[in-house]
Nanobody, 118 residues
Framework: QVQLVESGGGLVQAGGSLRLSCAAS????????MGWFRQAPGKEREFVAA??????????ADSVKGRFTISRDGLYNTQTVWLQMNNPKIDDTATYYC?????????WGQGTQVTVHS
């Protein structure tokens, strides 16, 4: 059974730091692009960051570039993806979702809430 389980969310002060984790299991994710998306209340889900299957390429939304860092580790059917959030802003408050994607196949986690306060 494929599972993506996010953790690490919570309350963080603006300017602080927080690290989200996504544990992926249940199939071989080695060739999947892994990514983070977020959705704030009343808004559509939006892309945050992604990392290629090899880890050699990373992509970021302009709004988080220079503040957030995505990374991954693991072998075969166990992968962990992290999102290091430095200098978070109030506007980063959202539910953060992990996604695994390969071609037309994708999997989503259940999300973890991040609330940034002043």
């Amino acid at each position: 059974q494929v599972q993506l389980v996010e953790s690490g969310g919570g309350l963080v002060q603006a300017g602080g730091s927080l690290r989200l984790s996504c544990a992926a299991s249940g199939r071989t994710f080695s060739y999947y692009t892994m990514g983070w998306f977020r959705q704030a209340p009343g808004k559509e889900r939006e892309f945050v960051a992604a990392i290629s299957w090899s880890g050699g390429s990373t992509y970021y939304a302009d709004s988080v570039k220079g503040r957030f860092t995505i990374s991954r580790d693991g072998l075969y059917n166990t992968q962990t993806v992290w999102l290091q959030m430095n200098n978070p802003k109030i506007d980063d408050t959202a539910t953060y979702y992990c996604k695994a994607e390969r071609g037309f196949t994708n999997y989503w986690g259940q999300g973890t809430q991040v609330t940034v306060h002043s």
